[in-house]
């Protein structure tokens, strides 16, 4: 054999051991799936980036990013039946609501003693609402640092905002939500008159359309000082008469016939330029940014009866009880929940931080994709008048939120059910619920 072949015989032996080397270090690095619940394709787009950053530097470690597919509640239960199954991911987000439940059903590691063993881990930085419920020992009945429970970590926060489509504010001659609220007018009684001015304005155009879920139909309940459970969240709170000013208001919002129908995604039509206003939450902007071709903007919700209310929306990345490496998995929430990642998030628009501070709110204030816009309409609720969604202990939300959804639904499109009689329904429906515990 030739020098010149025995040579290039011995490069490629190189070349192939260097191979077999790397597909062997490849083999050996520990997987970790994880989810989130996006609301569009840029989001998918942004958690995406973030996985591929975070893999590209940990060694020993493959991320598998998977975007659940599910809308609302639907999410949860297919996480629950993966759960059951044992094929769900290793880390994955739910909404703050549903820690109990999932918590309940042994399905979510306890992580108390990993985060404590983990060296210069803090849960305090989050915001304080969220660590004194991903700390709550329901056998102990105690929470925070000393309380011998975690849950999780707080990914995001939030609130409600109303995205106005201000062309067809202009075309309607109609003042802005935000120039109503500086002139102290914008109330229950000056929304409808607005969302029939817009929805007047042809027979595809609406004044409004939120979607189906708990959160859109529960802010006006509680902007009347009523709420879905009683104080201690041991048994419904619906039964009275804010709960009947909200479903009366609702069902005149939906009888003028210039809103979305309630049950059908709102979003779609608003993005394509035919809605003046969309109710949700920080979660909607990247999509808003990337399709709205129309001029736009944030506003806050309108005052009831007991002033303006919001919420403080949040949820937790949380680690599968079945997961592969429980160390590892926590290491890949703090890698989530982090200073910089939460950056990245903010800075494309999706969320606003979990970690507390003035500096995480400047940042959100000061993203450029959003420059102009008015996003101290979700920090002004925030700060003022939000409500902190909270786990149920005391009985399944999900199973809660289902039974009573039905009955909302029933009042909000066919009238089967007046509103006058939905607050003792929806208590009577919640009630074997409370019976049978968290875990029912």
Do not use: H
Request: hydrophobic share 45%; charged share 15%.
């Amino acid at each position: 054999m030739s020098k010149r072949y025995l040579g290039l015989t011995l490069l490629a032996l190189f070349l192939l051991s260097l191979m077999s080397v790397a597909f062997v270090s490849a083999q050996d690095d520990v997987v970790l799936r994880w989810r989130t619940r996006p609301d569009n394709q840029a989001e998918i787009d942004v958690y995406q980036a973030i996985s591929d950053a975070i893999d590209a530097e940990w060694e020993g470690v493959t991320l598998q990013y998977e975007p659940g597919n599910n809308e609302g509640a639907g999410y949860q239960a297919t996480l629950l039946t993966e759960l059951a199954a044992g094929t769900a991911p290793d880390v994955f987000w739910i909404p703050g609501t549903d820690v109990a439940t999932f918590a309940s059903e042994g399905v979510i590691l306890n992580l108390y003693d990993i985060a404590t063993a983990t060296e210069g881990f803090d849960v305090n930085v989050f915001y304080s609402q969220q660590v004194a419920e991903l700390t709550y020992n329901p056998e102990t009945m105690t929470n925070g640092d000393m309380s011998g429970a975690l849950w999780g970590l707080p990914r995001d926060a939030s609130a409600f905002a109303l995205y106005y489509n201000a062309d067809l504010f202009e075309e309607a001659g109609v003042d802005t939500p935000t120039a109503q609220l500086e002139a102290g007018t914008w109330n229950w009684d000056s929304f409808i008159e607005t969302v029939t001015a817009i929805g007047g304005l042809g027979d595809d155009i609406f004044g409004y359309g939120m979607n189906a879920w708990w959160a859109n139909w529960l802010l006006f309940v509680n902007s009347t000082g009523s709420r879905y459970f009683n104080e201690d969240r041991t048994g419904c709170g619906l039964d009275n008469e804010g709960t009947t000013a909200a479903m009366q208001f609702m069902r005149a919002l939906m009888d003028t016939g210039e809103v979305i129908p309630y049950g059908q995604d709102s979003e779609a039509p608003f993005i394509a330029g035919n809605v003046g206003m969309f109710m949700n939450g920080r979660w909607a902007t990247p999509n808003t940014v990337a399709q709205a071709s129309f001029n736009w903007d944030y506003a806050e919700v309108p005052a009831g009866p007991d002033g303006q209310s919001n919420w403080l929306f949040w949820g937790a990345y949380v680690v599968n009880s079945n997961t592969v490496s429980p160390e590892l998995a926590f290491e890949l929430m703090t890698r989530l929940t982090s200073t910089d990642v939460q950056a990245q998030v903010t800075a494309l628009g999706a969320n606003i931080p979990s970690r507390a501070g003035q500096d995480a709110v400047d940042a959100f204030l000061n993203a450029e994709i959003t420059a102009g816009k008015n996003n101290a309409a979700f920090t002004n609720a925030l700060a003022n008048y939000a409500v902190a969604e909270a786990p149920l202990w005391t009985a399944n939300f999900q199973s809660i939120d289902a039974a009573v959804g039905a009955l909302v639904t029933q009042v909000l499109t066919d009238g089967t059910l007046a509103p006058e009689e939905f607050g003792a329904a929806a208590c009577a429906a919640m009630a074997p619920f409370f019976e049978e515990g968290a875990g029912g």
